[in-house]
């Protein structure tokens, strides 16, 4: 608990000094960029010569725009509301160098990102557009390091940030959540969300009931990729996932050696990441290919699918895997 505090501590002392310097941003909020559709209109005379209709055409009626609980406005307090047909769940992997997927991306009804992945200078592969970025608590000093691309060009952008209670408890004593809400009055347009305390532990049990692995007791960390593949089961109906590998492909001894992050081309060797993390018993870590695991089960019966590199999980007879509703 005390090491958790530090940590917490010491990302809000950077973010305190951070916000001073936040008063003299300049934000867009030039249009609200929201895509509408438009309804054909009816020609002035019919192919047949004879007059157009008088009658108004009915308009179908729109239908509600699911809320989805757990995830609460800083500002407002109020539940996230938000649906997406297909999404394309862009992660951060050096798989995606070179990929040129960028156009197929921004096709998506929505685009997901995880903490501080950028897209400018990127763009022919990861695409441009963001419609959801879930951010770690840990993450936020570096979000707001890049503020001038993740936060000001942001008036469309939902942030969905996670992290334990003693950084987000809102008695006045969760330093990460009171620095939200300090960005959110800076920067009012932002619609900046928390994952709450039930949904967290809803989390961990959805983590336990998956795999039979405590996460406290295993000392282990569910990852930023664990939280939005969750969140994007309960918010997309199709989920395109770029750049995620199969479980066993770190295994082979044949697989390529690239970056853990696209936009650290000299960083560390992503496989190297997912098994030191897989195989260590001490201290914090996250369980990479068990959560990858996981997800390949989850495809299995839900309308999820892999790119870059192309792959489906292997069928298994007799099997059924669970779906992760509600998470």
């Not at 469309?156 to 959540?177: A, E, L, Q």
């Not at 770029?242 to 060797?269: A, I, K, Q, T, W």
């Amino acid at each position: 608990m005390k090491m958790k505090i530090r940590v917490c501590q010491g990302v809000s002392g950077i973010i305190l000094v951070t916000m001073v310097t936040s008063f003299m941003l300049v934000y867009n909020n030039s249009g609200s960029g929201d895509r509408s559709s438009s309804s054909s209109s009816l020609s002035s005379q019919r192919l047949d010569g004879s007059a157009p209709s008088t009658k108004k055409p009915e308009r179908p009626q729109r239908l509600p725009t699911p809320t989805l609980e757990g995830y609460t406005g800083v500002m407002d307090h109020k539940p996230l509301k938000m649906h997406c047909r297909t999404c394309a769940l862009v992660t951060s992997s050096g798989q995606l160098t070179g990929s040129r997927r960028g156009e197929e991306i921004d096709s998506s009804d929505c685009v997901i990102r995880m903490n501080d992945a950028p897209s400018i200078s990127y763009q022919q592969d990861v695409g441009r557009r963001t419609s959801l970025r879930v951010v770690a608590h840990s993450s936020l000093q570096r979000v707001l390091r890049s503020r001038q691309e993740l936060l000001n060009a942001s008036q469309n952008t939902v942030f969905i940030f996670w992290g334990p209670s003693s950084c987000m408890r809102r008695d006045g004593k969760g330093h990460v959540y009171n620095n939200l809400r300090l960005l959110n009055q800076l920067l009012p347009t932002l619609q900046v969300y928390i994952i709450s305390r039930i949904k967290m532990l809803k989390f961990d049990e959805l983590f336990k009931n998956e795999t039979g692995i405590d996460r406290k007791r295993s000392n282990s960390w569910l990852s930023t990729g664990w939280f939005t593949m969750a969140i994007a089961v309960e918010l997309c109906d199709r989920i395109n996932v770029y750049g995620m590998v199969p479980p066993d492909f770190c295994r082979s001894s044949s697989h390529p050696s690239l970056p853990y992050h696209y936009y650290e081309p000299s960083g560390p060797d992503e496989c190297s990441m997912y098994l030191s993390h897989e195989r260590s018993r001490r201290g914090s870590h996250h369980r990479f290919i068990t959560e990858k695991a996981v997800f390949a089960n989850w495809a299995r019966t839900l309308d999820i699918h892999f790119h870059q590199p192309d792959w489906k999980p292997a069928a298994v007879n007799g099997s059924h895997a669970p779906v992760p509703a509600g998470s």
